[in-house]
């Protein structure tokens, strides 16, 4: 079982990336899912979670910017991010709870992907 995050990279301010994070393995159900970075001598942040039900929530800080989204046939959670700024430049790790036999869930990262915001 692991989450395999991608879609970082190097992009304008005012510019677009989109995240996406898979999660492989026997599943047999994802509770949340979310997106947390890291900036560089500071502490890991929530950035968005989508719970199973489709609720979301985000940090003040990317509200109106930012979407969260997940498609649970490919138990995949998406980050949209638009208008970006050089302070959201940081390592971008995804989130997810997962429900594995037996019933037992267990919080999985993913190996994180960079984000750089730079002109």
């Known amino acids: 079982v692991q989450l395999q995050a991608s879609g970082g990279g190097l992009v304008q301010p005012g510019g677009s990336l989109r995240l996406s994070c898979v999660a492989s393995?026997?599943?047999?159900?994802?509770?949340?899912m979310g997106w947390y970075r890291q900036a560089p001598g500071k502490e890991r942040e929530l950035v968005a979670v989508?719970?199973?039900?489709?609720?979301?929530n985000y940090a003040d800080s990317v509200k109106g910017r930012f979407t969260i989204s997940r498609d649970n046939a490919k138990n995949t959670v998406y980050l949209q991010m638009n208008s970006l700024k050089p302070e959201d430049t940081a390592v971008y790790y995804c989130?997810?709870?997962?429900?594995?036999?037996?019933?037992?869930?267990?919080?999985?990262w993913g190996q994180g992907t960079e984000v750089t915001v730079s002109s």
């Open positions: 393995g026997s599943i047999f159900g994802i509770n949340a």
């Open positions: 989508v719970t199973g039900g489709g609720r979301t």
């Open positions: 989130n997810a709870e997962l429900i594995l036999e037996y019933g037992l869930t267990y919080s999985y």
